[in-house]
């Protein structure tokens, strides 16, 4: 058939437009198929993506949960089998199980040697001149300065009988007669040395007669080694005076080894001496050495005396394990903070692993 120009035209047969749409159709389909395919995965791992960040925000809370339940309540954690102790916690319908690992109860390390001087007594000898000005008596060194070194302007220092004695029936004494600028110390080293990220308490019952300021004229200092790791002189001090509360006041920082700077605690013993009690947080690295302590006092006066006895250090809580692991949608994750208090009555997070 021509048209009215006289060109020849093609006339389709019936079903072949049905063909051509049907084609099409299934073109569309398979197109169609091929994305929901590979959107699968994707949506799989959408699902699995979300169940992990899930799981571990739960673990996570669940770490920081009993270390507020361990503040606010060290028995929470009720019986222990071996120093471990594990539960479970539900959170917005997740399992999460604990387990906390706790260290060997707190306690006195081996004893500074001869720590209430009685082994012996004795003291340096004062002749007029040239007076010795270092010894040792019962196991501690023994050393004195003075601006004249005089038989008569010397310290007297050593350890003595006496029945103020705060522990036994022995004290050591550092005694100024006419030394209006002198000093006396005694030193003593043990076996042990700092372990990181513990808590400590150095304690020693002090006398004094005839002296003003007792802070200011005797102090003890704690080394590792030849290292100076805290002084009561450069502590945030507690008063503990019963009716009167406690008072903290602003304190320096922390030396060399120590997290935070150490608090002291006067505890009144009677009406001239104390017990000084000294507490600090060894950091993550404290220097190696053994522990020394140093007592000390100086003059402020003449016929003035201060009494040293019961020498005691004391590891408060080592660092506890908490591990928790949480199950969401059959995706478990797992987390293990190792967590240090310390004697301000915080608690940080000083190591974290996830495998």
Known sequence: MRNRFGQRMMLRRPGEVLVLVVGAIAIALIVAMSFMVGAEPVHSHARLAVSQAQARLYAESAVDHVVMQSLASPGWFGELVEGVWEGEMDMDGATVGLRVELPDESGELAMF??????????????????????????????????????????????????????????????????????????????????????????????????????????????????????????????????????????????????????????????????????????????????????????????????????VRVTRGEQPFEITARASVANVSHEVTATVCRDWLGGCRIIGWSEP
């Open 113 to 310: 040697p001869n720590p209430s001087f009685e082994q012996a007594t004795g003291s340096l000898s004062n002749p007029l001149f040239s007076p010795p000005m270092s010894g040792t008596v019962g196991g501690w060194s023994l050393k004195r300065t003075a601006l004249a070194a005089t038989g008569l302007t010397v310290p007297r220092i050593g350890v003595r009988s006496s029945f103020g004695a705060t522990d036994g029936g022995r004290e050591a004494y550092i005694t100024f007669v006419a030394a209006l600028l002198g000093s006396g110390a005694f030193s003593v080293e043990s076996d042990d040395e700092l372990d990181p990220e513990t808590v400590y308490s150095v304690a020693v019952d002090i006398g004094a007669t005839n002296l003003l300021v007792l802070e200011d004229s005797a102090w003890f200092e704690v080394y590792a080694g030849s290292t100076l790791i805290v002084s009561t002189r450069e502590a945030a001090v507690l008063l503990d005076l019963g009716a009167l509360g406690e008072v903290l006041t602003e304190a320096t920082d922390a030396l060399v080894g120590a997290f935070y700077p150490a608090v002291l605690v006067r505890t009144l013993l009677d009406s001239s001496s104390c017990e000084v009690e000294l507490r600090f947080t060894t950091d993550s690295a404290p220097p190696p050495g053994k522990l020394r302590i140093e007592l000390h006092a100086e003059s402020l006066g003449v016929l003035s005396e201060v009494t040293f006895d019961n």
